[in-house]
């Protein structure tokens, strides 16, 4: 991952916006009248100063990593996508059968919003005419400022990546180009080796063991989720980021590593153990165990309707029998999604990050819980469209599955002797081999769980618009309802982190059930390496202490948090009318119809 300081100076190509809005849009003249220009002075939107606390993060604030996130970042990797088109342009022309003109078209379409963005233009509406993209533009109208820099950063952010998925849609042949997917895909293969030495000791975890060994696989596996985290291709910009750290095999006091020379994420775990800033992943685990049970008892308790499957992603959802009845038939009995209160099943959610190397640990942590029976399904919440450059797509769900299930690796690997064993006498196993056998056999039965609905890969559009998730409830209740139907919501990762926190620099010491400001579907898990400046939770004096240590340490995905919102609103049948099937619904349970 390349550093801050590096990745200033990587961006050459982003202009100034001084240059631009801050000197030349507040200072010029606005209008002539009567022949001279008379110079209208605006108020300077930009302060110098970091984001000051209980503000939403936005790219005002000079000293902010929004400010510097906006004018950097955000141009280098849209400058990417354009060196991504023109250096495989017949590459991708040929997969998605478009023409010269669709290339060109969407070049221009990136260096317009690139060049909108970086002199702190007005947000231009979108021009596709869905549904959802009206959606956009009626949340732009209705937003304070629609300039990129004077927006909440989060919603120009999200604004970007809905504009440059726009810019595809635009093209009669690149309407499933995905910007991202080289990039996505190399660091799949990048990662093949942690992810051999994760599958082997998981398979170890799938078994059936005591109580204490099952509570402390399940920490591990958060923890192995955790810093997964760290291969986040949007904050590199699309540099390849490698899990090893400097800390990693350099111990002098270690004796034998089980893979020395070998990325081992167990072995990152307990490097990085100071840099866990809150950790609650026993408590999580106690809860998660005890509302398992519980809902297992709620759900043998309930009378038997005609079992359903959940392609749709409601509890128990699947579409109303569609026969005719005849007068004086009985009606099917079928649950209606709006007026349940308990699922068909016990649920966990992972409202995923990143693809690769992090969406494969995931799939453990979700196969782990499955193996022990813990849950009887995970729904994996995904991003329609490509954004933030890795976050999982459905294609990328599939991707990451399918390279599993055939993945090729062989890695031999000497074991380090240890410094007290008597001369020449190397532990038995003092080589061994790493390959992919036990990856391939999780990508089969990660296959098998998807086919069978163990799994199920969810995308609502909701993870692709701009708003903060105490808001979900106003702006798609029917995502919130769904959610309120799991054991806890697992959400990954830095983006989710700021919308759990409503992009608000609270205060560092707020307990974190305050800072989700009311939103409280479930119980909730954050998992997230520090990756903006914001956060909570933590004990007093512990962000002061950091600062002073670096003050950049936020942006770096260094320190990461593991924490816990057990509260959840109780799950009342809905006033709504039933999302799945509308008027069709005819199912007993639903007292509409
Ligand atoms: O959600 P992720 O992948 O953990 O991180 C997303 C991220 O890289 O993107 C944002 C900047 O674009 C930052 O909030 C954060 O650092």
């Known amino acids: ?63 902010s990593f929004a400010y510097y996130s906006l004018r950097e970042r955000m141009p280098v990797i849209l400058t990417k996508v354009i060196d991504y088109l023109s250096r495989e342009g017949n590459k991708i022309k040929t997969k998605h059968g478009a023409t010269d003109e669709d290339v060109r078209s969407l070049i221009q379409y990136i260096n ?101 060994k099952r509570k402390a696989d399940f920490v591990t596996l958060l923890k192995i989720c955790l810093w997964a985290n760290k291969c986040d291709l949007s904050l590199s910009m699309g540099e390849q980021v490698s899990l090893k750290s400097d800390v990693l095999n350099n111990d002098a006091n270690k004796t034998t590593t089980p893979c020395m020379g070998t990325i081992d994420p167990f072995q990152m775990i307990l490097d990085l153990k100071d840099k866990v800033l809150v950790d609650e992943s026993s408590k999580i685990y106690d809860r998660v165990i005890a509302k398992a049970e519980v809902m297992a008892k709620a759900i043998s308790a309930e009378p038997e309707v005609q079992s359903v499957s959940s392609e749709k992603g409601s509890p128990t959802a699947s579409p109303p029998v569609e026969e005719e009845t005849k007068e004086g038939e009985e009606l099917p009995k079928i649950p209606c999604p709006s007026k349940m209160t308990t699922p068909d099943a016990v649920m966990f959610d992972i409202v995923c990050d990143n693809a690769g190397y992090e969406l494969f640990s995931d799939l453990c942590l979700a196969h782990f819980l499955i193996a022990q029976e813990i849950v009887q399904k995970v729904r994996f919440h995904v991003k329609k469209i490509p954004w933030f ?98 054991v806890a919501v697992l959400f990954k990762g830095d983006l989710n982190y700021r919308k759990l926190l409503g992009e608000r620099n609270c205060n560092p010491t707020l307990g974190f059930e305050a800072a989700l400001q ?48 057990p509260k959840s609103e109780a799950l009342k049948p809905s006033d709504r009318p039933c999302a799945e099937y509308g008027a069709e619904c005819r199912g007993v349970v639903c007292a509409q119809h």
């Open 389 to 486: 450059v890795s976050d999982v797509t459905p294609n990328d769900f599939k991707y990451v599955i399918e390279s599993c299930r055939t993945a090729d690796y062989k890695k031999e690997m000497a074991l380090e002797i240890q410094p007290e064993a008597p001369e020449g006498e190397a532990p038995e196993n003092a080589r061994s081999v790493l390959n992919a056998d036990t990856l391939r056999q999780l990508g089969e039965a990660w296959t098998k769980f998807l086919e069978d609905g163990t799994f199920v890969v969810m995308c609502d559009d909701f993870w692709t618009s701009p708003h903060v998730y105490k808001d979900m409830k106003k702006y798609d209740p029917n995502l919130y309802r769904k959610l309120q139907f799991a």
């Open 518 to 565: 009311g939103f409280m579907p479930a119980p909730l898990i954050a998992l997230r390496t520090v990756k903006a400046d914001l956060i909570c939770g933590l004990p007093k004096g512990k962000f002061e202490q950091l600062n002073k240590f670096d003050e950049k340490w936020m942006e770096k995905g260094d320190y990461g948090v593991i924490q816990f919102c």
């Open 1 to 63: 991952m390349s550093s801050p300081k590096e990745s200033r100076s990587q961006a050459s190509t982003a202009v100034s916006v001084e240059n631009t809005s801050e000197v030349d849009e507040s200072t010029k003249p606005d209008f002539i009248y009567g022949g001279p220009f008379i110079k209208v002075e605006k108020p300077n939107p930009f302060i110098d100063t970091a984001t000051p606390i209980n503000l939403q993060l936005q790219g005002t604030f000079k000293k």
């Open 112 to 212: 317009k919003l690139k060049n909108d963005l970086i002199t702190n233009k007005k947000y231009d509406p979108l021009t596709v005419d869905t549904p959802e993209a009206r959606n956009w533009n009626k949340w732009i109208e209705e937003t304070d400022s629609q300039c990129y820099f004077l927006n909440t950063w989060v919603f120009t952010e999200c604004y970007v990546y809905r504009r440059l998925r726009e810019g595809c849609e635009l093209t009669n042949g690149l309407q499933n180009f995905d910007p991202f997917d080289e990039q996505k895909e190399r660091s799949f293969q990048n990662s093949l080796e942690p992810m051999c030495v994760v599958a082997e000791k998981l398979t170890t975890m799938l078994q059936n063991g005591d109580k204490d």
